[in-house]
């Protein structure tokens, strides 16, 4: 009889920690910051830079991100490219950025600026597009109708 019993329970045991495991929503999966490196040389002779990318999701469908330029050799901080704050939504292996502030430099032949010195674009009316990889850890940046390269791809830090 005790037999029988414990052969009950351990079948109850067993069948209760084989449940569906739940599956977690898109934007709990993307939250977190995502970088981007690329080492470049300027045209101009100013010198050899790092230039990082940063995205960061919040599961509350906003993103944050900026563009820095770092010494090469050091990796301090110089200045800016760019920064925005926005939404984002996620549809089956894509995600979109909706900026609704923007501040860019707006110069094209110098690598950065302080960031009180970018300027802002009111009229923001475009979107960012990345294709998300490797359960969520790789984003790469690409165009609707490939109309542009697909860049540098993000990786997840945290």
Known sequence: MKAKLLAIFALVIVLSSCRDVEELPPNVLI?????????????WGTGKFNYENTLKFNSNGTVYAEGVTKDLETGEVLGYRFYYTGTFSIVDENVQIIPDEYFHMNVADIDYLPKEDLLS?????YTEN???????????????DNECGTGIPYFKLD
């Open 31 to 43: 939250e977190g910051t995502f970088q981007s490196n690329a080492e470049v040389g300027a045209g």
């Open 121 to 125: 674009h009111q009229e923001v009316v």
């Open 130 to 144: 990345y294709n998300i990889a490797e359960n969520f850890t790789k984003l790469t940046y690409f165009c609707p």
